[in-house]
């Protein structure tokens, strides 16, 4: 089991530029989930998804928008990269069958907005 | 506003030294309770969590952590930290609906 997978990364993008970010599980997860953490604030979570088709707002959703087409996949997307969304990006899934369960987290993908 | 709160943002130990990391979260009824760390260079791992049962929690690597529900506390503890302990730590909270609210972070520097 690979566990939890992000392509790319690291990526730089230029004000302006969109791009997407995948988000791979292999365990058959219900949930996933997609943070941002920046120095000082931990970790906020920007979109979930509770099962293929579906999604949701997290705390820091503006300027994101989030794809679950396949069970296994969720896709982060930003339209029009802004400095401000400079961060390293987490996804992260969970079996979504009790509130105590683990998220299991993958490696990260590292954004530079310029 | 409901939150969790790390008091300390960095705490630098000689090996050897005890461990306690405060976490207090203000939400009310039944959460359940979860300290990540993540070593340098690599992604969030689940340390231990608290979902029901027995307050004093233990987890790998010889870390535990009490919940104090008068207290609204789940503080991280380790007797005897090493080198290898260097890393962040981020206490969470899951208040319901699978959701999890991240405190902070401390990181920790642990000098041979």
């Known amino acids: 089991n690979a566990g939890v997978t992000q392509t790319p990364k690291f990526r730089v993008l230029k004000t302006g530029q969109s791009m997407t970010l995948l988000c791979a599980q292999d365990m058959n997860h219900e949930y996933m989930y997609w943070y941002r953490q920046d120095p000082g604030m931990g970790l906020r979570l920007i979109h979930y998804s509770v099962g293929e088709g579906t999604t949701a707002k997290g705390e820091v959703p503006d300027g994101y928008n989030v794809s679950r087409l396949k069970k296994q996949n969720f896709l982060l997307g930003l339209e029009s990269a802004a400095p401000s969304q400079t961060s390293v990006y987490f996804c992260a899934s969970s079996s979504g069958t009790s509130l105590g369960e683990t998220q299991y987290f993958g490696p990260g993908t590292r954004l530079l907005v310029l | ?87 962040e730590y981020f206490c969470a909270v899951n208040p319901g609906f699978q959701k999890l609210v991240f405190g902070t972070g401390t990181r920790l520097l642990v000098s041979p």
Do not use: M
């Open chain 2, 1 to 87: 506003a409901q939150s969790v709160s790390q008091h300390n943002h960095h705490v630098i130990l000689s090996e050897a030294a005890s461990l306690e990391l405060g976490c207090n979260y203000s939400y009310g009824g039944t959460v359940n309770l979860f300290w990540y760390v993540q070593y340098p260079g690599q992604h969030l791992q689940l340390l231990l969590k608290y979902f029901s049962g027995d307050p004093l929690v233990k987890g790998i690597k010889g870390f535990e952590a009490e919940f104090i529900k008068s207290k609204f506390s789940f503080n991280l503890r380790k007797p005897s930290v090493q080198w290898s302990d260097t890393a």
